[in-house]
């Protein structure tokens, strides 16, 4: 879950929220992730854990101005804006929408997207407007290193410019990651499980 550290605004209530580790010595409690308020003095306000059939879950802590107001979220991703996330209760039908508060200048951002079919990833990739720049079909276990060599003639036109890749739950991805598949990092190394009859009403 180290793809959704960072600085995150809730485009509902406009808190600003920084998912972490914790700042502990115990090796048990720096597993955990995290979600501080640094409007409350970084007070812990979820933890974030695995959740069932693959998928991961937000868990409110209790304070006394939260108290009865909050329920378990699970995570959904909306492809449709890069490095937005929702976090949706079945329970109650509450939703938050949460923004990645990507702080890179003097960057061009692009987003990539996958869909895997079989062994064949087929990579998009987009401006933060929308606009497609290119897309081209890979291996589905290439790894990071070598698609970026085979991404070089749709980028052309950029290449006199700095770019940062953004994954769909906007993580920037970097060097670090060379040898692992860009489908894994894309999210779509496995087929993700389909949202629940709540989600779809919602929607």
């Known amino acids: 879950m180290t793809a959704l550290h960072g600085r995150w605004k809730d485009l509902e209530s406009s808190n600003i929220y920084v998912v972490t580790n914790p700042d502990s010595d115990n090796p048990y409690v720096q597993l955990l992730t995290v979600v501080n308020n640094p409007a409350k003095d970084d007070r812990r306000d979820f ?4 959740g069932e059939n693959g998928g991961t879950q937000m868990i409110p802590m ?9 329920t378990i979220y699970d995570l959904y991703i909306d492809y449709s804006v890069p490095g937005r996330i929702i976090w949706y209760s079945p329970t109650t039908g509450r939703r938050r929408t949460w923004q990645f508060m990507l702080q890179v200048w003097n960057t061009t951002l692009v987003q990539l997207m996958g869909e895997v ?3 064949v990833l ?3 990739m987009r401006k933060l407007t929308g606009e497609e720049i290119s897309r081209l079909l890979l291996h589905r276990s290439m790894s990071w290193k070598d698609a970026r060599k085979l991404m070089v003639p749709g980028l052309r036109p950029l290449l006199s410019k700095k770019l940062a890749f953004v994954s769909p739950p906007g993580e920037v991805l970097t060097p670090a990651q060379n040898e692992r598949p860009l489908s894994e990092l894309l999210g779509c190394a496995q087929c993700a499980p ?3 009859e709540a989600w779809r009403r919602f929607q």
Not at 47 to 50: C, L
Request: net charge negative; glycine share 10%; proline share 9%.
């Open 47 to 50: 933890e974030i854990r695995p």
């Open 62 to 70: 209790m304070h006394k101005d939260t108290l009865g107001m909050e």
């Open 117 to 119: 079919e079989g062994d």
């Open 122 to 124: 087929r990579l998009i």
């Open 194 to 196: 389909e949202p629940d």
